[in-house]
Structures are given as structure tokens and as C-alpha cells.
């Protein structure tokens, strides 16, 4: 329920900075509603509000899906991964910088592009030799080993070379933005789409009308 509301609110701003901007585009007279016109800063908080709704109801989606949690992946797990996982790719996104010694703890935030297709995020907690750890940094893309069972559980896969696993697969189209958003439109639910789509057009009907 609360992330229906907030892909209807997120298409209610839509809707009305669309009909803003019909109304801005179109020759005549600017209608605004008769509160608006007793101020000028209330007429200018009526014209701004859709983008703020817009903007505060995307970005609380955006966290939402976002990982809960940190998920430390030690040693002991990302030996196992190595021989048991399934093999993917991932950009880095951040990425700490490790601490000194022989062994660096490594706090990284990864965007991982499954063997099926899927993009998703996933942030981990890596214990590693520096040399591998120095080898991080945010935009480069990565060989990794995912658990099947819990995909979000994602291992640095040191014995792979990127450029075999990469083989066929362009970096910049793979982990684009026009994906991810086409991706997240995919798998929208029904009444998420209902709700999108019912407040853009109620938006741009409340300021059009």
C-alpha cells in the first residue's frame, strides 16, 4: 500500500508538471487557481510543488530499493562462492578506501548484473589482500560470484579475468541508466502502474482543467 501511494504521488507530480508545462507552452492567458492569485508567493509555491512531490516521492522509492543492510561477505564465505556461486559482473558504484595492513576491510556499493539479466544493488563488507583491494575503484566493473540463494550476498571473484566474463558485453550499455529504468518498468506490479498512471492523468487534469 505505502509504495502504491507513493508511485501514485510520484505520477500526480508528473501530471501536473506535465500540465504546467502545456500551459506554459500554449499562446493565451495562464489560468492558475484563484488561491494562487492572491500572492505573488503563492502562486510561485503552487507552480513548485508538483516538482517537489515529484522529486521527494521518487527519491523514497529509490531508497526503498535500495539493500536493508551491509552484507559482510568473510573469508571462509568468499572462498565458497568462488567454487559454488554463479558467475556475474559488477560496476562499482563507491567503494572505501581500504585500511592499511595485510588484510584491508573493504566497504563497497555494487550495481550486479546477473547471469539472467537482471541489475540490481547490492552493498558488502570485503576482507581482502590489498592487492585486490587497490584494485577497486568506483566505475570499474568486476568479476563476482553471487550466491543463488541469497543474491544480494556477492564475493570478488580474484580468480576470474574481467575481460573473459565481459566477452561480448559492452560496460556502458550494460549497466546504463535507460536499462535500469526499463528494467524497473518491467517489473513494475499491475497496481503500481495503475497508480502511476491514474495519478498523471488526474495531475495533468487538476491543472489543465
Do not use: N
Not at 546477473?114 to 568486476?142: C, E, F, K, Q
Amino acid at each position: 500500500m505505502g509504495r502504491t501511494a507513493l508511485w501514485w504521488c510520484l505520477g500526480l507530480g508528473l501530471g501536473m508538471v506535465l500540465g504546467e508545462l502545456i500551459q506554459l507552452l500554449t499562446p493565451g492567458e495562464r489560468v492558475l487557481p484563484a488561491l494562487a492569485t492572491a500572492s505573488p508567493e503563492v502562486a510561485s509555491a503552487v507552480a513548485v510543488w508538483p516538482w517537489g512531490l515529484a522529486a521527494a516521492s521518487g527519491a523514497l522509492l529509490l531508497v526503498g530499493m535500495r539493500p536493508v543492510a551491509r552484507v559482510a561477505v568473510d573469508r571462509r564465505t568468499a572462498v565458497g562462492l568462488r567454487r559454488t556461486g554463479r558467475p556475474a559482473i559488477a560496476k562499482v558504484m563507491r567503494v572505501s578506501d581500504p585500511a592499511p595492513g595485510p588484510r584491508a576491510l573493504v566497504a563497497a556499493s555494487l550495481l550486479v548484473l546477473s547471469p539472467t539479466g537482471r541489475i540490481y544493488s547490492s552493498d558488502v563488507h570485503w576482507m581482502l589482500d590489498p592487492v585486490d583491494a587497490g584494485s577497486l575503484r568506483t566505475g570499474a566493473v568486476i568479476p563476482v560470484r553471487v550466491d543463488p540463494q541469497a543474491p544480494h550476498t556477492v564475493a570478488l571473484d580474484t580468480l576470474a579475468d574481467s575481460r573473459a566474463r565481459m566477452d561480448g558485453i559492452d560496460p556502458e550499455t550494460a549497466f546504463s541508466t535507460r536499462r535500469r529504468l526499463r528494467q524497473l518498468v518491467t517489473r513494475m506490479r499491475g497496481w503500481s502502474r495503475i497508480a502511476v498512471l491514474a495519478g498523471a492523468v488526474g495531475g495533468a487534469l487538476i491543472v489543465v482543467i
